[in-house]
């Protein structure tokens, strides 16, 4: 991992909205191929850092790189081509079918013939252990397998890097561990790097390569490294309390 390119690079960036920064002189970079979580207390501004990194809202500040380019306007279409996310719900269409929402994306952006998306999107629903669940409908599936087949669509597209905003919310134990399972396979046998956002102990300390720890009222980036040794050894009051509380929320 040490060896592996830096595929998201985050420099003095002021995160935040216009009139309305959230966090200065954020700094640091993603890995190929890695398990990054962004992590921190309620409104620490995690979420923000992730709409930066998608694209969805430009930095106040700084510089902002994926896979070598910066989010602009005539790069969009090919940064929005490397990713792909799923949202904390799932956000699936309720009146489509599961293969129905993976086939979406190749749908809208895809030149795939139909009968190739639909091979494709039964592939990936396979990947994410739903291949029996192709012609069912969201309401008919529970939350976890929901996030499943978000997963699965945010991958159509072939994207290298995956954003996860909080995949374990309202999932019992169980299944956020099978969930977290299911993460560590795609890096494992697809490559994919992911970007989590997660407060969840159990899944930071099973899933991360590095996590990065965002604190509201300093409004910075407050520590950067393995979940392990961050809570070993830091001498922080607040990011000592994050780590020892359990599996209690923050």
Known sequence: MDTAKD????????????????????TFSVKEGEIFILLGGSGCGKTTVMKHMIGLNPVLAGKLTVDGLEWRRKTRAGLFAKIGVMYQSGAL???MTCMENVMLPMDEFS???????????????????????????????????????????????????????????????????????L???????????????????????????????????RRRMIALGRPQELAAKSTDPFIASFFKRGTTNV
Request: aromatic share 4%; with cysteine; charged share 30%.
């Open 183 to 217: 993460i560590l396979a795609l890096r494992e046998n697809k490559g994919k790097t992911f970007v989590v956002v997660t407060h969840e102990l159990p899944s930071i300390f099973k899933i991360a390569d590095r996590c990065a720890m965002f604190d509201k009222a």
């Open 111 to 181: 030149r795939l013939r139909r009968g190739e998306r639909v091979e494709k999107a039964m592939s990936l629903l396979g990947d994410v252990g739903l291949a029996d669940a192709a012609d069912k409908l969201p309401g008919e599936i529970s939350g976890g397998m929901k996030k499943r087949v978000a997963i699965a669509r945010a991958m159509a597209l072939d994207a290298k890097i995956i954003f996860l905003d909080e995949p374990s919310a309202g999932l019992d134990p169980i299944t956020s561990n099978a969930l977290d399972d």
């Open 93 to 95: 269409f309720g009146s």
């Open 7 to 26: 595929i998201i690079v985050l420099d003095k960036v002021v995160a935040g909205y216009p009139g309305n920064p959230v966090l200065e002189d954020v």
